[in-house]
């Protein structure tokens, strides 16, 4: 029977992220035990960050409420309003119900959507986000092309134009999970244009969508005339919730939102109740929530700029994130060696040195010699210390 087992599964790997984080599991110890200083993980996006106490609270209240029983498929209404009232502070008009659906983190929605679209030609900025590579791209059997970003992370439009051609989905991530990159909106509207004169969907990542700084301005693509828009949101990121796996998905398109709630009936019966009270609460209480993401963002910016100072100590035009909590740093450069595979190089040297990355081919197999570096989970002083020793341990190499 082994031979029957779907593609959509065949081609499935697990992340090379969830890989790292496994290995350092063990090899943590070990270093911390001999070395009596902190292993560093600067590896995956998790927040090391309670939720705010009005949403813990708010659980505990969709749970004396009784919200527990079978949810309504596709989101309660209450919980859709509430993405709607929300969706209109941030200018966007013309939501309604039909056009929402509640679902498990935003992993969920790229899954239903890529599904419900199995087997179509996406392209896709690079670097990508590992997971769509990945997991996402071969469960829906997506047939993916990328389309490497030029220096400093600008799109090559004449490039985009040419391969949009061949498309029928076009997935973009603003904030830009791994770089950093906040897209303009003179650029999100030129891939707006494009992709209606192509009829090309656009799926749209918008998981980091709060986590913006300095002059900085996140525009959905929800905000542009284009029905053929999906834009997927998370709760994960926004209030440091990511264990929670809640989020929605909207389209002006209701024929999607619908058939994305069939599936998502068929593969999780909808999202639990009490957890969407939780994240409606969660939008609607304005004041918590504007003194949650102030407080919020002006600790991930510490930590950026900490990083960031830090890193250009050693390495040449360090890319500065406009948003997310990422760099996207190239080391090959201060590698005078020869080397056979960069990332493996470079990944087996900070371990052993007791610092965790994500290498640069997880997100694209043009950035071999890159590394990721998250700041999402550590605090200050182990951020410096960490971005310290990779500085130290390259510039003895």
Same mark, same amino acid.
């Given at each position: 029977?082994?031979?029957?087992?779907?593609?959509?599964?065949?081609?499935?790997?697990?992340?090379?992220?969830?890989?790292?984080?496994?290995?350092?599991?063990?090899?943590?110890?070990?270093?911390?035990?001999?070395?009596?200083?902190?292993?560093?993980?600067?590896?995956?996006? +998790?927040?090391?960050?309670?939720?705010?106490?009005?949403?813990?609270?708010?659980?505990?209240? %969709?749970l004396e409420k009784g919200l527990t029983k079978y949810p309504k498929s596709g989101?309660?209404?209450?919980?859709?309003?509430?993405?709607?009232?929300?969706?209109?502070?941030? %200018?966007? *008009?013309?939501?309604?119900?039909?056009?929402?659906?509640?679902?498990?983190?935003?992993?969920?929605?790229?899954?239903?959507?890529?599904?419900?679209?199995?087997?179509?030609?996406?392209?896709?900025?690079?670097?990508?986000?590992?997971?769509? =590579?990945?997991?996402?791209?071969?469960?829906?059997?997506?047939?993916?092309?990328? #389309?490497?970003?030029?220096?400093?992370?600008?799109?090559?439009?004449?490039?985009?134009?040419?391969? #949009?051609?061949?498309?029928? /989905?076009?997935?973009?991530?603003?904030?830009?999970?791994?770089?950093?990159?906040?897209?303009?909106?003179?650029?999100?509207?030129?891939?707006?244009?494009?992709?209606?004169?192509?009829?090309?969907?656009?799926?749209?990542?918008?998981?980091?969508?709060?986590?913006?700084?300095?002059?900085?301005?996140?525009?959905?693509?929800?905000?542009?005339?284009?029905?053929?828009?999906?834009?997927?949101?998370?709760?994960?990121?926004?209030?440091?919730?990511?264990?929670?796996?809640?989020?929605?998905?909207?389209?002006?398109?209701?024929?999607?939102?619908?058939?994305? $709630?069939?599936?998502?009936?068929?593969?999780?019966? %909808?999202?639990?109740?009490?957890?969407?009270?939780?994240?409606?609460?969660? =939008?609607?209480?304005?004041?918590?929530?504007?003194?949650? =993401?102030?407080?919020?963002?002006?600790?991930?910016?510490?930590?950026?700029?900490?990083?960031?100072?830090? #890193?250009?100590?050693?390495?040449?035009?360090?890319?500065?994130?406009?948003?997310?909590?990422?760099?996207?740093?190239?080391?090959?450069?201060?590698?005078? *060696?020869?080397?056979?595979?960069?990332?493996?190089?470079?990944?087996?040297?900070?371990?052993?040195?007791?610092?965790?990355? $994500?290498?640069?081919?997880?997100?694209?197999? +043009?950035?071999? %010699?890159?590394?990721? /570096?998250? $700041?999402?989970?550590?605090?200050?002083? =182990?951020?410096?210390?960490?971005?310290?020793?990779?500085?130290?341990?390259?510039?003895? /190499?």
């Amino acid at each position: 029977m082994v031979q029957k087992i779907s593609l959509a599964f065949q081609n499935i790997v697990l992340s090379q992220i969830v890989k790292i984080s496994e290995r350092v599991r063990e090899k943590a110890v070990e270093f911390e035990k001999t070395h009596k200083k902190p292993f560093i993980r600067f590896q995956r996006g +998790d927040l090391g960050i309670d939720i705010p106490a009005y949403v813990r609270d708010a659980i505990n209240e %969709g749970l004396e409420k009784g919200l527990t029983k079978y949810p309504k498929s596709g989101g309660e209404p209450w919980f859709k309003d509430a993405v709607i009232n929300h969706l209109e502070e941030m %200018g966007i *008009k013309n939501i309604k119900r039909d056009n929402v659906i509640a679902t498990y983190g935003g992993q969920e929605g790229l899954q239903l959507v890529f599904s419900l679209f199995r087997g179509s030609k996406c392209l896709a900025f690079s670097p990508c986000w590992s997971c769509m =590579l990945d997991n996402i791209f071969p469960y829906s059997e997506t047939d993916y092309k990328l #389309l490497p970003l030029k220096e400093n992370f600008e799109i090559d439009f004449d490039e985009f134009e040419k391969n #949009l051609k061949h498309s029928d /989905i076009l997935y973009l991530n603003n904030p830009h999970n791994p770089t950093g990159k906040v897209f303009t909106y003179e650029e999100l509207e030129r891939i707006n244009h494009l992709c209606k004169k192509y009829d090309v969907l656009i799926v749209s990542d918008e998981a980091y969508k709060d986590i913006i700084f300095d002059n900085n301005r996140f525009h959905s693509m929800l905000e542009f005339d284009n029905k053929d828009v999906v834009s997927v949101f998370t709760f994960s990121k926004s209030f440091a919730a990511t264990g929670f796996r809640a989020g929605y998905t909207v389209s002006r398109n209701s024929f999607i939102i619908e058939k994305m $709630t069939l599936g998502d009936y068929s593969q999780t019966a %909808g999202v639990v109740t009490f957890i969407q009270y939780a994240f409606k609460v969660a =939008l609607e209480n304005k004041e918590e929530k504007d003194k949650w =993401l102030k407080w919020f963002l002006n600790k991930l910016k510490k930590r950026r700029d900490i990083a960031y100072e830090e #890193l250009k100590e050693f390495v040449k035009d360090v890319y500065k994130p406009g948003g997310t909590f990422y760099f996207f740093v190239n080391l090959k450069d201060l590698i005078k *060696k020869e080397v056979k595979n960069y990332d493996e190089y470079i990944l087996d040297l900070l371990i052993e040195n007791g610092v965790a990355v $994500t290498p640069g081919s997880a997100f694209g197999r +043009d950035f071999e %010699g890159f590394i990721r /570096i998250s $700041t999402s989970a550590l605090e200050e002083n =182990l951020i410096k210390e960490g971005i310290k020793r990779i500085g130290e341990i390259f510039k003895s /190499i």
